[in-house]
């Protein structure tokens, strides 16, 4: 059974930093792109971040930047999500979600429960 299961979400302060964590299991981890989406109330989802080993690229939305990190541990089956500098327009649920390439990742796949981050001004 495929399972993506995120957690580090929280609430912080603007300026402050949350690790978000994505632990993967049932599926080839290497094989797979995993992504960051993220969505708050009202809003379109948004894509974040993903990073993919087979395809050796990363990729990060412009409104993160500068701001974000992904990597991941193929060790662990784990991609984490390093926030740093975070605003009040960052609050949303995030994802996790696996699929085959960064290039079309959000279209189908794979998709964890969610974890919230409310961020505070």
């Known amino acids: 059974e495929v399972q993506l299961v995120e957690s580090g979400g929280g609430l912080v302060q603007a300026g402050g930093s949350l690790r978000l964590s994505c632990a993967a299991s049932g599926f080839t981890f290497d094989d797979y792109a995993i992504g960051w989406f993220r969505q708050a109330p009202g809003k379109e989802r948004e894509g974040v971040s993903c990073i993919s080993s087979s395809e050796g690229s990363i990729y990060y939305a412009d409104s993160v930047k500068d701001r974000f990190t992904i990597s991941s541990d193929n060790a662990k089956n784990t991609v984490y999500l390093q926030m740093n500098s975070l605003k009040p327009e960052d609050t949303a649920v995030y994802y996790c979600?696996?699929?085959?390439?960064?290039?079309?990742?959000?279209?189908?796949?794979?998709w964890g429960q969610g974890t919230q981050v409310t961020v505070s001004s």
């Open positions: 979600v696996a699929d085959y390439y960064c290039t079309n990742i959000g279209s189908g796949g794979y």
